[in-house]
């Protein structure tokens, strides 16, 4: 299908960004890589009459590290994210999972930040952020503000992000000493979304495990943290059984949407499955046994 026309601009700062988002208000709508956008426009769930094209702003691109931390700017495409020396060696599981999503083409265009702000529960990156511990900086007509990747996911579509916001960049901290992290994904062919994923970050000190990050791709209206499923891992030498109380903990938040995928139980207990998984590697990644 056909998109409805609409006005197209392509501004080269924030500043200019955000004075046409407040000018035209709900009329606008920011475009990143356009691989969530434009299928929605194509089948008219969205109609914007004004789209703000981001791609010309160059401070909303590139991986640095700036006072210790990693900055991602929202514009960098999932390639980007693959290609960069800096997160295969301080926070690896990001390009892995990268790999993961969708074709080359959509990795080619496709951003962080536009994988984020989209709010769709069968993304991959709002459950990597949540487990990464990640920090958003929203920019807007009365300032900048920092908001945790906790508070920021609301539910399907819906975000903590206004209308006349721009999500500019992601804040994370390099990967800790023993500390391993994986992403497992379930899906049922390339360039497919997630039918069940599981990111998840283990600290070790010794054998015992420090601190456990557990979130979920695609099994509920939003990604989420499995927080029983945490709480079952730390303080404890982790073992098989651990590893099952905790993936039956997470199996407990899960609440998918059934879709050609498959129905709620199927996708519930894989959901299990991927947990187990990305705790093994993870805890094994961390130097564990
Ligand atoms: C065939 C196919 C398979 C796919 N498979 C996967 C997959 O397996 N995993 C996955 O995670 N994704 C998948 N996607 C989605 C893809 O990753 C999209 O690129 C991503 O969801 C949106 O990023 P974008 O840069 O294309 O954003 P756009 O489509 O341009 O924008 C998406 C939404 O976010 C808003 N937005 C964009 N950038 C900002 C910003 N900086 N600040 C505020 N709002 C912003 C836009 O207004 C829009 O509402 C797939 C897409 C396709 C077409």
Redesign the pocket.
């Known amino acids: 299908m056909i998109p409805p026309s609409f006005a197209y601009h392509a501004p080269g700062s924030v500043d200019d960004a955000i004075a046409l988002l407040s000018q035209y208000g709900d009329a606008a ?11 929605m426009m194509k089948l008219r769930f969205a109609e914007p009459e004004h789209l703000v094209d ?1 791609k010309n702003i160059d401070a909303l691109k590139g991986i640095r590290e700036e006072n210790g931390e990693i900055v991602i700017g ?1 514009m960098t495409t999932e390639n980007e994210l693959i290609a960069s020396a800096l997160l295969a060696e301080k926070c690896p599981m990001l390009p892995e999972a990268a790999r993961m ?3 080359p083409q ?1 990795r080619n ?3 962080i ?3 984020i ?2 709010g ?1 529960p ?4 709002p459950a990597l952020m949540l487990a990464l511990d990640a920090t958003f900086t929203l920019v807007g007509p009365n300032g900048s503000r920092q908001i945790a990747a906790s508070d920021f996911f609301l539910g399907t579509f819906f975000t903590a ?1 206004e209308a006349d ?3 500019t960049g992601v804040r994370l901290a390099p990967q800790a000493a023993n500390t391993g992290a994986s992403y497992q994904k379930l899906k049922r062919k390339t ?4 039918t069940a994923a599981a990111a998840v970050v283990i600290s070790l000190s010794g054998e015992t495990c420090q601190s456990a990050n557990i979130a979920l791709t695609n099994l509920g209206a939003t990604a989420m943290r499995a927080s029983a499923a945490e709480t079952a891992l730390v303080g404890q030498v982790i073992d098989e059984d651990l590893i099952n109380q905790a993936a039956v903990k997470a199996m407990e938040i899960c609440d998918p949407a059934e879709d050609l995928r498959g129905d709620a139980e199927y996708k519930t207990h894989m959901g299990g499955e991927m947990t187990r998984r990305a705790i093994r590697a993870a805890i094994q990644r961390a130097g564990g046994n």
């Not at 920011?30 to 956008?37: D, P, V």
């Not at 069968?122 to 990156?125: E, L, R, V, W, Y």
């Not at 360039?191 to 997630?194: C, L, Q, R, S, V």
């Open positions: 709508k920011i475009l990143a890589g356009g691989h969530s956008l434009l299928p981001l929202s999503i969708a074709d959509v265009r496709g951003t930040g536009g994988d702000s989209h769709d069968g993304n991959d990156h992000l916001e721009i999500l360039g497919d979304y997630a």
